[in-house]
């Protein structure tokens, strides 16, 4: 790497990256080589595949300049372990690469102890990554495992199949609306603001329900951008279309009290960073999916259908509807 750094590019990965900053951080029996060496050396269950996903956030487009350093280490893995989830895969080691325009330690303290925490209640560890000088801008690697052909697509669901999302979606939409200071006269209490934006800033990937699926789930895909245009998503790849029942929309009170019902549907439906499953089941299969919600203890709500015609319909009490507001354009014209 290249950039000079008042601690030192080692120092500042062995005080808040290489030795577990926190106790909750376990240290895996299969990394042989973790951070130190040019590359770390892991070893995976015999006969597993390995899944890998990669995302990365930069500050102005991903997070707000200011953003708590808590919540962007939380958020910087929440966000890859929810594209494990959404493939019914287990993690199990991740990487880091940091760019960072200064060293502010307490930036560094309170970004390792979220992205620390989030780690050790999955009991993943950090095996190596990448630091360097330029604009805040922080991208993780999690690799996880999958039995063969076992991994959840997004390309399995066929019509007639049922499609639920876990949780209630929209609260991370309004939580992002509360932390960027748009949202004044509200009628929902201080406790359900910080509900919502604890929604937005601490998101919980779906793991164990993810990996629950695997055997009843024909499709998944997790909600990052929207629940219609992600359902959307996931209809398009299994060469089907998708009826969303807007009145079936899991929509919490906090939600429903931030700024009304017809807000809380269009947050709902198109608001993103929900980091929730989306996923396709036939109905065949409703009865081992309710067994699993109740082990994992996770909600999910049956919110449409998996259907021939092409494209998204959204219908209201059995009839379809058009949703006036702008933000709905893009839905349809998509597919
Ligand atoms: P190299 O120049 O060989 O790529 P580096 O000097 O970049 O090595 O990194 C030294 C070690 O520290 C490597 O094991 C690397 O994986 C690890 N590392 C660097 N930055 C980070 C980080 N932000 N988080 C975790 N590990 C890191
Ligand atoms: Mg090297």
């Known amino acids: 790497m290249a950039g000079a750094k008042p601690l030192g590019e080692f120092d500042l990965i062995d005080r808040y990256f290489r030795v577990p900053a926190l106790a909750s951080t376990a240290v895996r029996a299969d990394v ?14 015999p006969g597993q595949q390995l899944v890998a996903a990669l995302d990365t956030l930069v500050e102005g487009r991903h997070f707000l300049a200011g953003t708590s350093a808590q919540s962007l280490g ?44 989030l780690a050790g209640l999955h009991d993943i560890v950090l095996i190596g990554g990448d630091t360097t000088a330029g604009p805040l801008s922080v991208s993780v690697q999690v690799l996880g495992k999958v039995s063969p052909g076992q991994a959840l697509l997004r390309s399995g669901a066929r019509i007639g199949d049922l499609l639920y999302v876990t949780g209630t979606p929209g609260d991370a939409a309004a939580g ?26 601490f998101p919980a990937p779906r793991i164990a329900l993810g990996r629950a699926l695997v055997g009843i789930a024909s499709a998944c895909i997790d909600v990052s951008d929207g629940l ?78 998996l259907v021939g015609d092409p494209g998204l319909q959204l219908l209201e009490r059995g009839k379809p509807v058009q949703l006036q507001h702008s933000g709905f354009d893009h839905f349809a014209t998509a597919g």
């Open 74 to 117: 939380h958020r910087a893995l929440a966000v890859n372990l929810s594209d494990l989830a959404a493939m019914g895969a287990t993690p199990l080691w991740y990487l880091l690469a940091l760019t960072l325009p200064r060293v502010d330690e307490a930036f560094l303290l309170g970004f390792s102890q979220g992205l620390h925490q």
């Open 228 to 305: 219609a245009g992600d359902a959307l998503k996931l209809a398009t790849a299994s060469g089907c279309g998708v009826q969303l029942h807007i009145d079936k929309l899991p929509l919490s009170a906090s939600l429903l009290a931030f700024k009304g019902p017809l807000v809380a549907r269009e947050l709902a439906l198109a608001g993103g960073d929900d980091y929730e499953l989306c996923f396709a089941i036939p109905p065949a299969r409703q009865a081992a999916l309710e067994d699993s919600l109740i082990n994992v203890k996770c909600a999910a709500s049956c919110i449409g259908s």
């Open 176 to 201: 992002l609306q509360l932390e960027r200071g748009l949202a004044a006269d509200l009628a929902c209490s201080a406790a359900q603001q910080l509900e919502l934006r604890q929604r937005f800033l």
């Open 32 to 45: 042989t080589l973790g951070i130190g060496d040019d590359a770390a050396v892991v070893t995976l269950p």
